[in-house]
């Protein structure tokens, strides 16, 4: 069964602290997704990793690709409330549709 | 400005009257797909498009048609509304899988 799962579901923490969200994925796939979402709004592309130890950093942001262990992360770091969202991530196999994670709901307390 | 363009934002509707969400693209992309996102559930694909003509349905495309007749727009089209359609739809397009996927802003669809 082709799916991602994304770590932890939910995540409340105080500014200024760093923390880690995982995507892992069952399927070989170079190409991965991450997406941003505030309530009600669109969706927002953070990065896009399209090579096994692709690297990308956006402000407090980064992103990162492990082909060969299915797995990309996406570090927080010294959290500011602004960053509080929900955070997606998203696979695109050889041959499928974009497999998306069920999101992240990060919450960035004062 | 690139982007995505939905009408309406939100929708309220009855059970069989036919509606249609537009979708429009000013980016040339090749490919536009629809999502349905719903709590709990997270996003699923409702049909995509690689091309003009060319259609495919995605993971949850009963109740719902779709149509690419020019490469710019993607309208979907609820011929009987049921109340289990109720959800928040994204249209989507994309030029390659290198640049990712421009979102539209969301059609909030309640039918009652």
């Known amino acids: 069964e082709l799916k991602v799962e994304q770590n932890p579901l939910f995540l409340s923490m105080q500014e200024g602290k760093n923390y880690t969200i995982y995507c892992n994925y069952s399927?070989?796939?170079?190409?991965l997704y991450w997406y941003r979402q505030d309530p009600g709004k669109s969706l927002e592309s953070l990065f896009v990793?399209?090579?096994n130890g692709a690297v990308k950093q956006e402000g407090r942001l980064m992103a990162s690709l492990d082909t060969k262990a299915r797995l990309s992360t996406l570090h927080i770091t010294a959290a500011v409330h602004d960053l509080s969202a929900t955070y997606f991530c998203?696979?695109?196999?050889?041959?499928?549709?974009?497999?998306w994670g069920a999101g992240t709901k990060l919450i960035i307390k004062p | 400005e690139a982007q995505v363009t939905q009408n309406p934002r939100y929708l309220i509707t009855v059970t069989g009257k036919k509606l249609t969400v537009t979708c429009s693209q000013n980016?040339?992309?090749?490919?536009m797909s629809w999502y349905r996102q719903d709590p709990g559930l997270g996003l699923r694909q409702i049909y995509y498009?690689?091309?003009?003509?060319?259609?495919d349905k995605g993971d949850v495309p009963e109740g719902y048609k779709v149509s690419r007749k020019e490469k710019r727009n993607f309208p979907l089209i609820l011929e009987s509304p049921s109340p289990n359609q109720t959800s928040l739809y994204f249209c989507?397009?994309?030029?390659?899988?290198?640049?990712?996927?421009?979102f539209g802003s969301g059609t909030r669809l309640t039918v009652v």
């Open positions: 989507a397009s994309s030029t390659g899988v290198s640049y990712g996927y421009t």
């Open positions: 980016m040339n992309h090749e490919y």
């Open positions: 498009s690689m091309n003009v003509e060319v259609t």
């Open positions: 399927t070989t796939s170079d190409r």
């Open positions: 990793l399209l090579s």
């Open positions: 998203a696979v695109d196999p050889p041959g499928y549709q974009l497999i």
